[in-house]
Antibody, heavy 116, light 107 residues
Framework: EVQLVESGGGLVQPGGSLRLSCAAS????????IHWVRQTPGKGLVWVSR????????IYADSVKGRFTISRDNAKNTVYLQMNSLRAEDTAVYYC?????????WGQGTLVTVSS | EIVMTQSPATLSVSPGERATLSCRAS??????LAWYQQKPGQAPRLLIY???TRATGIPARFSGSGYGTEFSLTISSLQSEDFAAYYC?????????FGQGTKVEIK
């Protein structure tokens, strides 16, 4: 069974940092792109970042470029999202999702709250 | 980036009735469009990809159509488990972009 499990969310002050993890199982992890998508009640689903199969190619939404870094460890079947210089508007549920275009597999999400 | 606009924001439908949801792209996305269903506290669930292909395990009452900039999702006879939010997503261009969603509620 394909599973994606996010962790690492929590409460952080503005300007702070947080690292999210997405642990995968049930499939050959190294063959798939992984995305991070976030969701806030007011703005719906917003794509954040994507990493290719070997980590050599990454792209970011303009809103997080220069502050967030996506990476992966294929030996550990895990993707990471390092989030620095966090802002109140980064508050959201963060999902990881598998796929090169649409995504049939999503994790359950991890909540990030940026507040003082 | 491509802006996806869904309408209506809320659709009130009685069980057993037909529901049609619309999604418009600000520029052509060819057939590179997906639909997702999301229930409170859950992750999105893929319903349709390629504008009209049902994902694995999706009941036949869900159907998608459209090409270019105009798309629709039809639920032929609403069941109780279908009351949820629905999102369209284009994957023709980076970044992926999603519509703001249509909430299907019980009338």
């Amino acid at each position: 069974e394909v599973q994606l499990v996010e962790s690492g969310g929590g409460l952080v002050q503005p300007g702070g940092s947080l690292r999210l993890s997405c642990a995968a199982s049930g499939f050959t992890f190294s063959l798939y792109w992984i995305h991070w998508v976030r969701q806030t009640p007011g703005k719906g689903l917003v794509w954040v970042s994507r990493i290719n199969t070997d980590g050599s190619d990454t792209i970011y939404a303009d809103s997080v470029k220069g502050r967030f870094t996506i990476s992966r460890d294929n030996a550990k079947n895990t993707v990471y999202l390092q989030m620095n210089s966090l802002r109140a508007e980064d508050t959201a549920v963060y999902y990881c999702a598998r796929g090169s275009s649409y995504s049939a597999y999503w994790g359950q999400g991890t909540l990030v709250t940026v507040s003082s | 980036e491509i802006v996806m606009t869904q309408s209506p924001a809320t659709l009130s439908v009685s069980p057993g009735e037909r529901a049609t949801l619309s999604c418009r792209a600000s520029q052509s996305v060819s057939s590179n469009l997906a639909w997702y269903q999301q229930k409170p506290g859950q992750a999105p669930r893929l319903l349709i990809y390629g504008a009209s292909t049902r994902a694995t395990g999706i009941p036949a009452r869900f159907s998608g159509s459209g090409y270019g900039t105009e798309f629709s999702l039809t639920i032929s006879s609403l069941q109780s488990e279908d009351f949820a939010a629905y999102y369209c997503q284009q994957y023709n261009n980076w970044p992926w972009t999603f519509g703001q969603g249509t909430k299907v509620e019980i009338k």
